[in-house]
């Protein structure tokens, strides 16, 4: 079934391997990697603790600090068009072998553990239309459900990156359609009077929404893990048609991604009152539409939930099983990563991705607030990858690497770097050092799987650099006075 073939990397299979996704494609991963189920209750999420007011300074912080990310993805991608392996790449050229497979195998174990996610959101709507057999998205019903949809996306995107991203572009398209038509009803059925109403949520009774200050930082919490996925088209960018469409699709997918979530954080609140919106259940977008127009308007929001959150699978289990190929590829993962099919497709990554998704979907029956603990937890894995990639920028910057002949001045960047740096800092603050403290045991479990990379890949050099060898000492250490504080109670997780 496949070729057993190590996958060399030169220019003329890079180029190869590249030559399919142009911009729309790349720009469908982004949005489907960033708009999933939760997009469909943020009229209520938000208006749980903010006003209007707030809601809109909230995007406005968080559209600033995303956009220099975005740009930091942008530019790194003109100015380093040989790095097609995007995230993982960018950290092993700025920090050594070991930062980048540090980089890798977090931001892995994350997108396993989301994927996981998906199907428990998957089961859980599908639940809606077929009461009670799905309830939960937990049961054993679920749990068979959500395994085949596993294996089926496994075995489709085993068929070919570009067929499925093919299906992937229409899924997006279909995912977009319910939103929009949401957005259009909540325009035509918008108040003005309502909306400016007690706008920044000083004249509340029922409930004290607190100062603007609460507001945005409770709002915030929600707006940040909006854009989780903007880095989709980067990850992918090994089989993008040129380096520059995966920048454009970058901020093409930030920028649509963030008119939609303004408009629906925003639009309902000219239709509802907060105390009113805070109240609807959950799906919101579909109590609301079924308030304005009836049942049919509930009905249409929950399969566009389906649709959505299976097109963000799919994206996702592409560029989850990417991630060890090309880090297998360059000698930081064990080298039968890097196995391609007859049809391109990473296929032994795809395999043992599937299964680790497996394994963790058996955890979820058997014990759902480990695994709602643990999905925290790895949550929090894919930011410092953010940060890194914004901090090789500044790197290239200082050290006065960065390229002359690019279009873009290094002024720019090193503004896109730094304030991305900033940025991505403060959003490993705010998602909790408890959390991240606690991911530190994944990542140093990573530890025998780098030095087996490194004996198979690069036998005669050292495993470990001086300074690897004393950070991931210093990963160890920290791993187990995590487990140490977690197993007696110091840190409640």
């Not at 409770?218 to 920048?247: C, D, R, Y």
Request: hydrophobic letters at 50%.
């Amino acid at each position: 079934m496949f070729h057993k073939t190590q996958k060399q990397n030169t220019p003329a299979e890079a180029k190869k391997s590249s030559a399919g996704l142009g911009v729309m494609a790349l720009a469908a991963i982004v949005v489907s990697s960033m708009i999933g189920g939760g997009i469909y209750s943020l009229p209520q999420n938000m208006a749980q603790s903010a006003s209007a007011g707030a809601v809109l300074l909230a995007w406005l912080i968080t559209g600033i600090g995303v956009y220099f990310i975005a740009n930091t993805f942008r530019i790194l991608s003109v100015a380093k068009p040989d790095l097609t392996a995007g995230i993982y790449m960018y950290s092993r050229e700025g920090f050594g072998s070991y930062a980048g497979f540090t980089i890798g195998w977090s931001y892995w174990l994350c997108q396993i553990c989301g994927n996981v996610g998906y199907a428990v959101i998957t089961m859980d709507a599908l639940n809606y239309f077929f009461p009670p057999h799905f309830a939960g998205g937990n049961n054993l019903a679920s749990i068979i459900g959500g395994s085949l949809i596993i294996w089926g996306f496994n075995f489709l995107v085993l068929r070919g990156i570009k067929q499925a991203t093919l299906i992937n572009l229409i899924g997006t398209v279909a995912k977009i359609v319910p939103l929009v038509l949401f957005i259009l009803i909540m325009a035509f059925v918008f108040h003005a009077d309502k909306f400016s109403f007690d706008f920044w949520g000083e004249n509340l009774i029922s409930k004290n929404l607190g100062s603007i200050e609460s507001q945005i930082k409770n709002t915030m919490l929600v707006t940040l893990w909006s854009f989780i996925g903007i880095e989709g088209a980067v990850v992918m960018s090994q089989h993008a048609k040129s380096p520059k469409s995966v920048g454009k699709a970058t901020v093409l997918g930030f920028a649509g991604c963030l008119l939609i979530y303004v408009l629906l954080s925003l639009l309902p609140f000219g239709y509802m009152s907060q105390s009113e919106l805070a109240k609807i259940a959950n799906p919101s977008t579909a109590g609301i539409l079924e308030k304005i127009v009836g049942k049919w308007g509930a009905d249409f929001m929950n399969i566009g939930l389906l649709v959505s959150v299976l097109t963000s699978w799919l994206a996702w289990t592409m560029v989850t099983a990417q991630i060890p190929q090309a880090a297998a590829e360059n000698g930081t993962f064990p080298k039968q990563f890097a196995i391609e099919n007859e049809f391109h497709a990473p296929s032994v990554s795809l395999w043992v991705t599937s299964a680790m998704m497996q394994i963790f979907m058996l955890l979820v029956y058997f014990s759902n607030n480990a695994w709602n603990t643990m999905l925290s937890i790895t949550g929090v894995m894919v930011l410092p990858a953010y940060f890194s990639s914004c901090a090789y920028l500044w790197k290239l910057c200082e050290d006065h690497e960065y390229p002359k002949d690019v279009y873009i001045k290094r002024s720019s960047a090193l503004l896109a770097a730094t304030v991305g740096s900033i940025y991505a800092l403060w959003l490993i603050y705010a998602a909790g050092l408890k959390y991240l403290l606690a991911a530190v045991v994944f990542i140093a479990l990573g530890i025998p799987v780098y030095i087996w990379a490194r004996t198979q890949n690069c036998p005669d050099d050292k495993i470990f650099t001086k300074h690897e060898f004393c950070f991931a000492v210093c990963l160890v250490i920290l791993a187990l006075v995590a487990i140490y504080a977690m197993t007696t109670g110091i840190i409640k997780l």
